[in-house]
């Protein structure tokens, strides 16, 4: 009997001007076991537990389905163990991992004999858009963009004594009604503004100089806008460049900001930061983890 197991990290994408483009991968993870069964069963465990174990309106299993009838093979039931540590809700890149986990799962058991590139771009064609799919697939600092049916994707490790800190509201926040309060045009002035600051991001990252980051993750397309659903932004971003905390950005389409630090001892000094920008009346949560390096993990045995 074939079984499976995937790793797949959480990721923070568009930071800051790079929106729909760069994102990063964070090692906080979606785990997976999977194997052939009689009938759909979840057993899981961390993070956000009943809503990973459900099998009714679970978007793992209809992505999966849909995968499969697209492609006219039958559904073979699995039985999957599954421990999570992303965010849901969160913009940390969730449905771009569960969507990565569905289509690996389907070229699996369905027999697709989809090779690593093939599952990238299908995961990418659900989420419509390449960021979050390709960090979480690639790992590390990765930018992005989509060629007709194809995803074209370079990844690089940033330094490694950076830290990610996700300071996360109580609420939850949908990627469409983020999407929603953007603009239908820009002014070229801020277009060019964010065309400097993509191209500043991804030489500091590749070269790892975290004194670029404050500038170059500065954004004018979509944090200005999220800013009036994402209200932990506008307290958060006067952080960058303080005492560690290199840079600032809203992590994907929010609601959870992110800040990088330039070593664990600058995130944990930086929890006391955001503690006090926020006041002792928030009931955010700050999480620190390392920044992942390594691509998702694909494995198979009988």
């Given amino acids: 009997m074939t079984r499976m197991r995937l790793r797949l ?13 760069l994102a990063l991968a964070l090692k906080l993870c979606l785990e997976i076991e999977a194997e052939p069964a009689d009938e759909f069963t979840i057993d899981a465990s961390g993070r956000d537990a009943a809503i990973c174990a459900a099998t009714e309106n679970n978007l793992l299993l209809e ?9 006219g093979k039958p559904v073979v039931p699995l039985r999957l163990r599954m421990r999570n540590d ?5 913009g940390c890149g969730s449905s771009a991992a569960v969507r990565l986990a569905a289509a690996a799962l389907a070229s699996q ?31 590390g600092f990765v930018a992005s963009a989509v060629n007709g049916d194809q995803v074209q994707a370079v990844s690089f490790a940033p330094p490694q004594e950076w830290r990610a800190l996700i300071v996360m509201p109580q609420q939850a926040l949908a990627t469409t009604a983020s999407r929603a309060v953007l ?17 500043l991001l991804t030489a500091a990252f590749a070269r790892g100089e975290p004194a670029l980051l404050a500038n170059a993750m500065r954004d004018r397309l979509h944090q200005p806008y999220r800013a009036e659903v994402c209200p932990l932004l506008p307290k958060l971003l006067p952080l960058a460049g303080r005492s560690g905390i290199a840079g ?8 959870a900001v992110l800040l990088l630090a330039v070593s664990e001892q600058a995130a944990q000094e930086g929890k006391a930061l955001v503690s006090a920008a926020l006041g002792a009346s928030s009931e955010a949560v700050v999480l620190v983890c390392e920044l992942e390096t390594q691509p998702a993990l694909v494995e198979t045995s009988d």
């Fill in 9 to 21: 990290p959480a990721t923070s994408a568009n930071l800051g001007p790079g929106f729909d483009t």
């Fill in 63 to 71: 992505t999966y389905r849909e995968l499969l009838a697209a492609h």
């Fill in 86 to 90: 992303i965010p849901l809700g969160m």
């Fill in 109 to 139: 058991f369905g027999r697709l004999g989809w090779n690593r590139d093939r599952i990238l771009a299908e995961a990418c064609r659900l989420e419509g858009h390449p960021d979050n799919a390709a960090a979480c697939w690639l790992g």
């Fill in 183 to 199: 603009p239908a045009a820009w002014p070229c002035a801020d277009v060019v503004a964010n065309l400097q600051r993509v191209a």
């Fill in 248 to 255: 600032v950005a809203l992590s994907g389409a929010g609601p």
